[in-house]
């Protein structure tokens, strides 16, 4: 049998730890809820920047297709391919335009690396600006991303 001593001391311990699990239930909700913000806004720049890489991977097969007959190569009289800088540039602004591409991205922008830089290859690089969702005040200016794609064209008979 229990003293009227004991019973007080019971239930003074009991008045103590009153509440204590609630605090530890609402800290493990902020957690998880801080995770999962985390976890989205990474996935929302990861599908941002892979759109952007399709779309650069597409541009650059359109500037690929717009080459001109350069030299012809060695003694075995094949022509080949040639691009220019500004071939390259101007088919990735053309593409971009007819396939509306900059209004899917916030601030969509050809690089001023974009180009052909050893006349064979259509080098396009393309800059976006990701706004993630729910921690978009952390980073009100976005996040930048880049696309970087390169395309060859070549002749065959």
């Known amino acids: 049998m229990r003293s009227l001593r004991q019973d007080s001391a019971l239930q003074n311990m009991k008045d ?3 509440g204590q699990v609630m605090i530890l239930a609402i800290g493990y909700v ?9 976890v989205m ?6 599908l941002e920047q892979k759109k952007l890489l399709s779309v650069a991977d597409s541009a650059s097969m359109a500037a690929s297709d717009n080459f001109g007959v350069g030299e012809v190569h060695g003694g075995s009289g094949s022509p080949i391919p040639a ?3 500004s071939s390259v540039q101007k088919a990735t602004a053309n593409y971009i335009a007819k396939t ?7 601030h969509l922008a050809i690089s001023s690396q974009t180009g052909a830089p050893e006349g064979r290859t259509a080098h396009v690089v393309l800059t976006a600006v990701v706004h993630p969702p729910i921690i978009n005040y952390l980073v009100p200016a976005g996040i ?6 390169d395309s060859r064209p070549r002749l065959g008979r």
């Open 16 to 18: 103590e730890e009153s």
């Open 30 to 38: 902020l957690l998880t809820l801080m995770v999962l913000s985390v």
């Open 100 to 106: 509306g591409a900059s209004t899917r991205f916030n």
């Open 83 to 85: 691009l220019t800088n």
């Open 144 to 149: 930048d991303i880049v696309a970087v794609s």
């Open 41 to 46: 806004a990474i996935s929302a720049v990861y």
